[in-house]
């Protein structure tokens, strides 16, 4: 089900070069109002636009997932989220595709996170392997949906991240920007001696100790465009 168009898909043939980051946008982005419909309300949270700038600068694809359980619920509609949604594409550029969950956590989709429909559905969309996506977000679900899809995750934890989510997330920043700087050292496009990131903690395995590289599962809205995966399957809290 298209709502407002079908993104564009990505050609299989430079897949093994390609990479794309998906970001979560509430509480990650932007700053998290509940079930918002309005876009005046829109408020990206400090240094998005930058992060988000050094990304493409790189020539990396920048997507946006996130879950919407309001629409199930009649909090939201479909028409809100997109308008605040665009809203979030004015104020921080351009993402494709964005993807959303509109599902309520007990209708056992396979698109709410921390089920991997909408990483499938990102990296289907791309052209590219589940492993060339990274997904940045602030909860264990963000966390649990990579892993699930076999991408890769980072967790920036906020006032809402529960302790269990950052003590079982692989990778861990301490900010979007120190997020960032893991995306692009994995890319080869930041050189740095091991692992150094500004918050001076010691690296782990390879990886600062508070990073992830995991997504998640929903319906697809992109910057002007939206589509419903229809994968069944459990859902996830969040």
Known sequence: THLLGEPARGTRAGARLAKAVFIDKDGTLVEDVPYNGDPDRVRPVRGAREALG????????TGLVTNQSGIARGLVTAAQVGAVNRRVV???????????????????????????????????????????L?????????????????????????PVTRPEEVAGAA????SLAEAVDLVL??????????????????????????????PRPGLAVGAGRDLVPPWPGPGGPG
């Open 54 to 61: 050094r990304l493409r600068a790189a020539g990396l694809r």
């Open 90 to 132: 004015d104020l921080l550029g351009p993402f494709d595709p964005v993807l959303v969950c509109p599902h309520d956590p007990g209708a056992g989709c396979g698109c709410r996170k921390p089920a991997p429909g909408l990483v499938l559905a990102a990296a289907d969309l791309l052209g590219l392997p589940p492993r060339r």
């Open 134 to 158: 990274v997904v940045v977000g602030d909860i264990g679900a963000d966390v649990g949906a990579a892993r699930a899809a076999g991408a890769r995750s980072i967790l920036v934890p906020t």
């Open 171 to 174: 990778v861990v920043a301490g």
């Open 185 to 214: 050292g994995w890319a080869g496009l930041l050189p740095w001696a091991g692992l150094h990131l500004r918050s001076g903690l010691p690296a782990r395995s390879g990886l600062h100790p508070r990073s992830g590289l995991h």
